[in-house]
């Protein structure tokens, strides 16, 4: 295949300049105020024929809106509050849902009402030949057939009050222009079971209605619905039973049972499956069974059941699995369990002795069994109903639980994988090795393929082939069952494994980009180009592009969300990245005129029926608004792209700032890379204040655009270049074993490099970091006195503690950290209890003369928040300058948004004390008791 080319293309629209210096000194300094109201494009979408845009405009706190454009004409709609939108499959018509007014939402989170008390959704129809809008309130689900049928099928709670006489109709609903009355006051009813659901012709506007509906189901192809009707608390009208209704006419095929879920129908719309449970609620245990239902029949047919032959004993249909047709039709996909067995009711809680009972053969830690019970309490294991050999076959089971089906389920070959037996090792290597085997989803018959995998199995989308990367042997090899075991990548020079792979573990590959249409190749990454790999190993692998040369990397992209395979004959669009320039754009495979330039471009979306993309574009600059590109007809590709968006005008009365790349050699010799942000208004001539944050590796961030939102933990670059501050961010890689020197030899290097230009104030260096990076933040403090002022959010500082800690969000043990991946000490403390001293701050801590504020929540589950006590309680004793912030019941980044907003201006008032001479606040000077707890936050500067 041809090179590709590269030129830089300038959009066909108008970018936005950066000032000039003298210009941007008129211009404001970014204040806290200005969070709520920033925006950002959200859900992008273009209708099947690209005539038709859709796209949402979100801000960070408030009412959103959703725009429907036409590009090729001076049509554009806002509707304030639209989500979650969807074109029918003709193009002739927009469905979302409308939320509430945000003060509305608000008011009810104040007043504490329940969510089934609050404002409810509305439902949005709009009709793109006609610009009217349609209106349904109190709106739960909407669903849409995706492969044909101009209809739509909604789930909407009950209004409050007594029961219609009469079902809903089209006269309930409102049509207008515009916006309108949301009609969402009316109280919901105390735990309802069933909900309204409506069928609705939007060519006609015919509708159907039905009361008291559990879950439902529209057939792609908009020809059936089917749906379980469960009834209403105290509700005598609405009987139990399971419908279907097509060709316009309502049948109950099942009229017994309690429950029903997991309703599938096959991709023509004849075919219909779902589980009932036959049982009262007052059973203790319940049972659900597979039914199968084809129109024209008189009922639904019971297939499985836990007595079904080739059912394990004591398992039955687990209410879990998701049921799903194959391809065909011809195969029905299902999950089972064991039977679970029932409460016993006999003993009184208050007898009952709660306690966790840990044991060294455990697989699983118990913090870890603790954390996923939910979810092993609801595992379901892969069974197949062939519904012409009318046989039930088992396929995965608590030995080998993971069957993954091939061909959407017409495979002559599934691939299972297991680590039963091997997952101890866990907790102190970070993975596990798999066997792999291959399934006969006919017979159930199992072969193994390959013992202790070190890496990810996968299938092949027909079938044909099973693969998998191997870490210790660096190679991806295929299994067939009459070839075996080939490896298929062995000419590829360089090899496949991450170059830049600095942790103590083997190195990964770059992933697969996907295999071929019929099975005939696999596409794989080098950290550059894509090569395809012949699944045989007879045929020499082919380099596909050609981006070593000039460090250009390469990555397919998937266009269209039902692809199964790679079609060769259309064109192939991919990612384009550039290490050395941070340059990235879109390009064909073959050719053809390139999108490249000095932005970042996301998001290539394309409409299934037409050449027309949309895609953003972005710079530190210049906000990520929406580019639409193509012609419906006319194969444009990108050439003609155009802006269709205009997010944050309110940015050009901002001092914003500008992205440099910056390059530096370290202490030992080693090149590397970031990024130095400068105010819009920079002065070369003046001396500037400079904090410095770094996580690992961020230059590839250079034309990333960063909104001043109140951030989890991160510094807020765009607020702090805003006022008067330079920001470095600097690359880092490390040696096994030295990750604190080689952070110091990164970091202090960089900053060294800087500080030898007149406008960085070598007097005034401030450093943040979170997580990993407040680690960093806490070692550094302990080797350097370069910098005034420090921030570390979550750090770790005693590896010793740390490395036998638990991650509490996963319920992992921290071992593997230390042993295989990012902390890269790559032995155990009782290995190398040298090293373990060597990069822990806490040995250290009375070489600290830097004021230092640590930020450790209760709730962190990933650092235990002992070790930022650990560093406050030591440096205390130690007579340092020291505190700390725990956000109650707040996670390892902060979730909350009062507490983002809160540590905003924590974070400014400290620099600006520390590095500007600003007034310090009162919580830094005198603290905040707990007895005043809850009553005042000591934000006032001291002394007011």
């Known amino acids: 295949m041809r090179r590709l080319l590269f030129c830089i293309f300038t959009l066909n629209a108008t970018a936005a300049i950066a000032q000039s210096a003298a210009t941007a000194q008129s211009k404001k300094p970014l204040d806290h105020s200005v969070y709520d109201t920033w925006e950002s494009i959200g859900e992008r979408l273009i209708s099947p024929d690209g005539q038709w845009i859709a796209y949402t405009v979100d801000i960070q706190e408030g009412d959103g809106t959703l725009y429907v454009t036409n590009p090729d004409t001076s049509y554009r709609l806002p509707i304030p509050r639209g989500y979650m939108a969807a074109f029918t499959a003709d193009s002739r018509f927009l469905v979302f849902r409308i939320k509430p007014l945000y003060t509305d939402i608000r008011q009810a989170r104040i007043k504490k009402k329940k969510p089934e008390d609050g404002p409810k959704d509305s439902l949005g129809i709009l009709n793109l030949e006609r610009k009217t809008i349609l209106r349904a309130p109190r709106v739960k689900s909407f669903q849409l057939p995706d492969k044909e049928g101009d209809c739509v099928a909604y789930e909407a709670e009950p209004a409050g009050g007594p029961k219609p006489k009469r079902p809903l109709s089209a006269a309930d609903l409102y049509f207008s222009r515009g916006d309108a009355a949301d009609g969402d006051d009316a109280p919901a009813p105390k735990k309802p079971e069933g909900a309204d659901l409506v069928f609705r012709d939007l060519n006609t506007g015919h509708e159907e209605h039905w009361q008291g509906v559990g879950e439902y189901q529209l057939a792609r192809r908009g020809n059936l619905l089917a749906f379980g009707l469960i009834g209403r608390p105290k509700d005598s009208i609405v009987t139990r039973g399971f419908c279907v209704w097509h060709d316009e006419e309502t049948d109950t095929i099942l009229h017994s049972g309690y429950d029903y879920r997991k309703i599938a129908i096959d991709d023509t719309g004849r075919q219909v499956a779902f589980l009932a449970d036959q049982d009262s609620t007052a059973a203790l245990l319940h049972f659900f069974h597979l039914y199968y239902y084809t129109p024209g029949t008189d009922s639904a047919q019971l297939l499985v059941s836990r007595t079904t032959g080739g059912m394990k004993v004591g398992w039955t249909v687990s209410e879990n699995g998701d049921v799903v047709f194959s391809r065909s039709g011809r195969r029905l996909l299902l999950g089972t369990a064991p039977v679970a067995p029932p409460k016993d009711t006999t003993q009184a809680e208050t007898e009952i002795a709660h306690l966790d009972i840990w044991n060294y053969k455990d697989d699983y830690l118990q913090p870890m069994q603790l954390k996923d019970r939910d979810k092993e309490l609801k595992r379901s294991y892969l069974s197949v109903y062939d519904l012409e050999r009318k046989t039930f076959t088992q396929l995965a089971d608590i030995k080998m639980p993971t069957v993954v089906p091939s061909d959407e389920g017409d495979g002559p070959l599934y691939l299972g994988i297991t680590d039963f037996g091997k997952r101890i090792p866990l907790q102190w290597e970070g993975r596990t090795h798999k066997d792999v085997f291959a399934v006969d989803p006919v017979t159930g018959t199992v072969t193994l393929v390959r013992k202790d995998v070190d890496g990810t199995p996968t299938i092949s989308p027909l079938g044909h082939y099973i693969a998998w990367y191997d870490m210790k042997e660096r190679q991806y090899s295929t299994y067939t069952p009459k070839g075996g075991v080939r490896k298929i990548s062995v000419g590829v020079r360089p090899l496949l494994a991450d170059e830049q792979n600095d942790q103590p573990n083997e190195p990964d590959s770059y992933g697969i980009a996907g295999w071929t249409k019929g099975d005939s190749a696999v596409w794989v990454y080098d950290r550059y180009d894509i090569w395809a790999l012949d699944p045989q190993g007879a045929g020499k692998p082919e380099r596909l592009t050609s981006g070593r040369r000039n460090r ?217 970091g979170q997580s990993w990076g407040g680690y960093q933040v806490a070692y550094l403090i302990t080797a350097t006195h370069l910098f005034k002022a420090a921030w570390a959010g979550a750090p770790v500082v005693n590896m010793f503690s740390a490395y036998g800690g638990i991650r509490w969000e996963s319920g992992m043990n921290r071992q593997f950290q230390y042993e295989h991946t990012q902390s890269r000490i790559g032995a155990t403390p009782w290995q190398r209890p040298d090293l373990y001293i060597e990069n822990s701050p806490l040995f250290h801590l009375p070489q600290v003369t830097t004021p230092l504020v640590i930020m450790a929540n209760d709730a962190d589950g990933a650092v235990p928040w002992y070790q930022g006590i650990e560093m406050f309680t030591d440096m205390k004793r130690l007579g340092k300058q020291v505190w700390m912030l725990t956000y109650n019941g707040e996670a390892h980044n902060l979730m909350e948004r009062r507490n983002r907003k809160d540590i905003q201006i924590r974070e400014q008032q400290f620099f600006d004390w520390q590095l500007k001479g600003a007034r310090p606040a009162r919580w830094l000077t005198e603290g905040v008791p707990a007895t005043a707890k809850g009553r005042t936050w000591g934000l006032e500067a001291d002394g007011e």
């Not at 390469?554 to 039902?562: P, S, T």
């Not at 993309?613 to 210049?622: I, K």
Request: charged residues 20%; aromatic residues 16%; glycine residues 8%.
């Open 552 to 768: 250009d990397q390469y990555r397919y992209v998937l266009l269209d969300k039902e692809e199964r395979a790679i079609d060769t004959r259309k064109p192939i669009w991919l990612d384009v990245f550039n290490d050395s320039t941070k340059y990235s754009g879109f390009a064909l495979l073959n050719g053809g005129r390139p999108l490249y330039g000095p932005y970042t471009f996301r998001r290539l979306i394309r409409a299934k029926g037409a050449d027309r993309f949309l895609f953003t574009r972005e710079t530190f600059e210049m906000p990520a608004d929406l580019w639409v590109g193509g012609e419906p007809s006319s194969g444009g590709g990108l050439s003609s792209a155009v802006c269709i968006s205009a997010i944050n005008p309110q940015q050009a009365r901002y001092n914003w700032g500008h992205a440099r790349l910056v390059h530096w050699t370290t202490f030992q010799g080693k090149k590397t890379d970031g990024i130095l942000y400068v105010p819009e208004d920079f002065d070369p001539h003046r001396k500037y204040p400079m904090i410095t944050y770094f996580y690992e590796r961020l230059s590839d961030d250079l034309y990333h655009y960063l909104p001043p939102s109140p951030t989890p933990s991160a510094l807020n670059i765009p607020f702090f270049v805003s006022r008067g501050y330079l920001v470095f961010t600097p690359d880092i890689r490390y040696t096994i074993g030295h990750p604190g020197k080689s952070a110091y030899d990164y970091v202090v290097s960089g900053v060294k490099t800087l500080c030898k230009n007149t406008y960085v104030d070598a007097t005034r260096l401030g450093i943040q």
